[in-house]
């Protein structure tokens, strides 16, 4: 599947493990939630796929081994990703890649990003024009987000250009 | 029409004196790149690029709604309040875009019921001109706040709620986090001890109040909301300080986010996730959200709300004896003009000063409805009586907020030959009714000829003088967009077997003594319903003790006269 990073379609080097299969010998692990305890393991680059009742509390106790972590949107009504990522980097302070992943629009992107998202995975075939020209849309803002902008006070900051 | 005309500038002089928040080139940058989104959204749309379950939320919070035969164009009057030239504006948009008149709404806003998609991103760019826009009127956001119609003005205020409804509001704006919440969410806030904002019916309502200190803090409802489920909201917190306000906002809505249903429309709003889990878990929730947020981030600092409260302009008030007495002899010398002051006025913090009430509400017409030539005329009054400034009031009247005592009579004079005149505010003709089936496609019967029928029936203004204060809400379903359940006389209109009936309750409030009416029987059929309110009316007169207003006497008396009244006349 296509992977957006900022703006662009990028490579993507993780495998999705499903349950009943083993962990990949090199590739960095994509593992989903109930069979992390499993899958941690010095050395190895591990990433985990939280469904969208998930919490961060969750993970907590596993950030310091995960490289990864995708956030399902089933719907993109579903807000509850936005507050899992922003609670994630926040609260928890995770540094690693936050992932977007389900159905989820290009108008939605830079409310991701402001999330705390890094990476959206995209559909197969999709176009990423309409994803980049969501990121030059808006140059403001009014209030605080997870990423580091420019604050002109503590609601207004300009957005870092795409 | 060329395209010139269409985007027709308010003039440069938009604010002239009137106390209301004053964009900068930073809040004209972000309506302009939200105005040029929404072209890009209508267009992709109607380009077959978006499918309509995806445009529609998108549509939704630019207050972009498909009703029973034409788009609905909700535009938002931030906190009820705007300038002559924002009205004039409103004007422009009707009647370029729609059919000559907007209908004013019981949050504050104003609605253009007959828009072509294709015009609709030429709307909101007009609005633009006038620093005014459609967002999150609409959607599964945080949608307009909501304050008192005096605010700013009231003898009684402690703290102006403006300045905070406007932090509010931009904290809010496309909010990243909460843009995709479980249900819509709204917000109210008054700075006032008397609630004329309905707080506890929101899903958050604020007061602003001093401590001993003078320091300010607000107290914290949550919860409430009518439609199907009607609860009223909790207090949550006494006292949250100023600085800390954004932070506990953040707190509750990201508790909501992550918690409320998602799987059932009816039971998404913050107050059934409050039901579920209980007032005490859920305030154990917020707290623990509130305590672990990054509080600096967060923090409103006092230079915060003093660079927005700049943006605010006090109106230039002259300092002019209290004409109290002058007012008196010209109550005393015109019984019209004295019923007109006694209902349709409020007390004003400066001396000599008093603020007036436009009544929307002209017996026989549609509540909350003006015409483009009156709203040009509104706001030609409020340049000459009342610095700029207009409000809108959540029971569909405007108020001029800032008039001089000594030229209340030349305002009540000029509003007459507009049809502005009718002295019933309060009254039993100033019904807060709904769109209803004429109009909305979720309405199960007709609230506008409900509301025309009562009126009518009552058309002798002195017999409702003498009825004195009651409050009539008219909901044409039950999602309750005219508050039924907390009108003095509250009409849910039902359908049964394609035919109109209607609900009657009695005893709700939605002011500081909050409560959900109690059902009053049986429901009545289309020629019935205003015979019944006739007979709970008359009732009411009959076994009112001296001075006991309506809602006094039902208190008093429980439903048990009312009861047996309609059943002798059934």
């Known amino acids: 599947m296509p992977l957006l990073d900022g703006g662009h379609v990028v490579e993507d080097p993780w495998v999705l493990v499903p349950d009943d299969a083993p962990f990949p010998a090199d590739a960095p692990a994509l593992v989903t939630l109930k069979r992390l305890p499993e899958a941690r393991r010095p050395g190895r680059r591990l990433g985990v796929l939280l469904g969208p009742a998930s919490r961060a509390e969750d993970v907590a106790a596993a950030l310091p081994d995960l490289s990864l972590i995708a956030v399902e949107f089933p719907k993109f009504r579903d807000g509850r990703g936005f507050s899992l990522a922003r609670t994630l980097r926040e609260r928890h302070g995770f540094t690693g890649e936050i992932r977007a992943v389900g159905h989820i629009l290009p108008d939605q992107y830079r409310f991701l990003l402001r999330c ?34 420019a604050p002109l006070d503590h609601l207004r900051r300009r957005l870092a250009a795409p | 029409m060329d395209t010139i005309e269409r985007h027709a500038p308010a003039s440069a002089s938009m604010y002239k004196g009137a106390g209301i928040y004053r964009y900068d080139d930073f809040d004209r940058e972000f309506l302009r790149e939200r105005v040029a989104e929404f072209r890009a959204q209508v267009a992709r749309r109607l380009a077959g690029e978006l499918t309509e379950d995806e445009f529609k939320p998108l549509r939704l919070m630019n207050g972009l709604y498909l009703q029973l035969h034409a788009y609905m164009l909700r535009c938002a009057i931030p906190y009820g309040v705007m300038s002559a030239d924002q009205l004039r504006q409103f004007a422009h948009v009707a009647r370029t875009f729609d059919r000559g008149y907007g209908h004013f709404t019981t949050r504050q806003n104003i609605q253009f019921n007959w828009i072509a998609l294709e015009d609709a991103p030429d709307a909101i760019a007009a609005l633009a001109e006038a620093d005014l826009h459609a967002i999150q009127t609409s959607g599964n956001c945080i949608r307009n706040v909501t304050t008192d119609e005096f605010a700013g003005a009231a003898a009684d205020e402690t703290v102006d709620p403006r300045v905070y409804a406007e932090i509010i509001r931009q904290w809010s704006t496309l909010h990243p986090e909460f843009s995709f919440l479980p249900r819509k969410f709204k917000i109210a806030i008054t700075g006032a001890p008397g609630d004329r904002a309905a707080l506890q019916i929101h899903d958050i309502g604020l007061t602003a109040k001093r401590d001993a200190q003078g320091r ?32 506990y906002l953040e707190a509750i809505l990201r508790t909501y986010n992550a918690l409320g249903g998602r799987e059932n429309i009816h039971k998404a709003r913050i107050k059934i996730l409050v039901r579920d889990v209980g007032q005490a878990r859920f305030a154990e929730l917020v707290e623990q959200e509130f305590a672990t947020l990054p509080r600096e981030k967060f923090r409103l600092d006092p230079a915060i709300v003093a660079a927005i409260e700049a943006h605010f302009t006090p109106p230039p008030f002259a300092a002019v004896p209290d004409a109290a007495a002058a007012l008196a002899g010209a109550v005393a010398a015109d019984a019209e003009f004295a019923a007109w002051v006694g209902r349709n006025t409020h007390a004003h913090r400066e001396p000599g000063y008093i603020c007036a009430v436009i009544s929307l509400k002209p017996i026989g017409g549609v509540p909350g409805d003006c015409t483009a030539a009156q709203m040009d005329a509104i706001a030609n009054l409020a340049e000459q009586f009342s610095f700029g400034e207009i409000r809108v009031s959540h029971v569909q009247n405007l108020v001029l907020p800032h008039v001089r005592q000594d030229r209340l009579h030349a305002l009540w004079q000029a509003l007459r030959p507009l049809g502005l005149a009718t002295a019933n505010v309060g009254l039993l003709s100033d019904i807060i009714a709904c769109p209803g089936l004429d109009y909305c496609s979720l309405a199960s019967a007709r609230a506008i000829p409900v509301a025309q029928r009562i009126a009518e029936r009552f058309a002798d203004l002195r017999t409702q ?9 008219i909901s044409g379903c039950i999602n309750a967009c005219a508050h039924h359940h907390v009108g003095h006389i509250g009409i849910l209109g039902v359908d049964k077997k394609g035919e109109e009936f209607y609900q009657i309750t009695l005893g709700g409030s939605a002011s500081n003594d909050a409560a959900l009416g109690d059902i009053v029987g049986p429901a009545y059929a289309y020629d019935d319903v205003v015979d019944a309110v006739e007979t709970i009316l008359r009732t009411y007169l009959a076994v009112r003790s001296p001075g006991e207003a309506f809602i006094e006497t039902y208190r008093r008396t429980g ?8 059943h002798a006349a059934a």
Do not use: K, M
């Not at chain 1, 998202?117 to 997870?146: C, I, K, M, N």
């Open chain 2, 216 to 247: 300010i803090g607000f107290e914290v409802w949550v919860g409430g909301g009518l439609g199907r489920t009607p609860i009223l909201g909790f207090r949550i917190r006494d006292w949250v300080p100023e600085d800390a306000l954004i932070a």
């Open chain 2, 465 to 473: 003088h003498d009825i004195g204060t009651v409050f009539i809400n």
């Open chain 2, 559 to 566: 439903l048990a006269p009312f009861r047996e009244a309609l």
């Open chain 1, 116 to 149: 705390g998202v890094s990476t959206v995975a995209l559909p197969e075939g999709a176009d990423p024009a309409p994803w980049q020209a969501a990121l030059g849309r808006f140059g403001v803002a009014y209030q605080p987000a997870a990423a580091e902008e």
